[in-house]
């Protein structure tokens, strides 16, 4: 089956810190890659999908890449702010799977005014 | 923006137990899904549908049924619930195939208590 792999439970930086974020996946399928957002109180929601024709994806500040040789993608944004704690999750799509996503384990972000 | 309404959002029952979490959806998606999130597994897919009568199985099945009733309302049921199931319940909905687009909308999660 899919599997998705969060190596850093929890990361803790100052404000305007740069952060990266990284997972490893696997899968015998045709991949698709998403990184989804929970705030405190909060569902997960879609941050940004990685598409698998340029390797990348942005949004609200936050850009991912994605390497298909070692089977890695990551999360990175330059200078993070105080509003930015929260967990982040890597999410792994298949078209082979249907509608079942799979998420890493996520990585909880605090972020230090 | 889909809405998602989950209830209860807290439940305390003891091993045994009978429970049923419900979620409704307003925007018409075919496709709705429960999840379990407990810390270190991130969510888990315990079941999901594409429609009214339909049922699939997730990746966490064993000790949970589910029924889709109409196409707003599907309900997670633990019919001998475990201490084991202690956690944070999630519904969601998307209008297209889940991975491909990635677009699931979540409800605000409901937390069980087995004691």
């Known amino acids: 089956g899919n599997s998705v792999t969060q190596m850093q439970g929890q990361v803790t930086l100052s404000e305007e810190e740069f952060l990266f974020i990284n997972c490893t996946y696997s899968?015998?399928?045709?991949?698709?890659l998403f990184w989804y957002v929970q705030y405190p109180g909060e569902g997960p929601q879609l941050l940004l999908k990685?598409?698998?024709?340029?390797n990348k994806g942005s949004s609200r500040g936050f850009e991912a890449t994605y390497d298909k040789g070692t089977t890695s993608f990551h999360l990175q944004k330059a200078s993070v702010q105080e509003s930015d704690s929260a967990v982040y999750y890597c999410?792994?799509?298949?078209?082979?799977?249907?509608?079942?996503?799979?998420f890493g384990g996520g990585t909880r972000l605090t972020v230090r005014p | 923006e889909a809405a998602v309404t989950q209830s209860p959002r807290n439940k305390v029952t003891v091993t045994g137990g009978n429970v049923t979490l419900s979620c409704r959806q307003t925007?018409?998606?075919?496709?709705m899904y429960w999840y379990r999130q407990d810390t270190g597994h991130g969510l888990r897919l315990i079941h999901y549908?594409?429609?009214?009568?339909?049922?699939q199985i997730g990746d966490v099945p064993d000790g949970y049924k589910a029924t889709r009733t109409t196409q707003e309302d599907f309900f997670l049921l633990l019919e001998l619930a475990s201490p084991s199931q202690t956690s944070l319940y999630f519904c969601?909905?998307?209008?297209?195939?889940?991975?491909?687009?990635?677009?699931?909308?979540f409800g605000e999660g409901s937390k069980l208590t087995v004691l």
């Open positions: 549908s594409y429609g009214a009568g339909n049922l």
């Open positions: 999410v792994l799509g298949d078209n082979n799977a249907g509608a079942k996503l799979t």
């Open positions: 990685v598409t698998t024709a340029n």
């Open positions: 925007n018409s998606h075919n496709y």
């Open positions: 899968t015998t399928g045709y991949p698709t």
């Open positions: 969601a909905s998307s209008d297209a195939l889940g991975g491909s687009t990635g677009q699931l909308y």
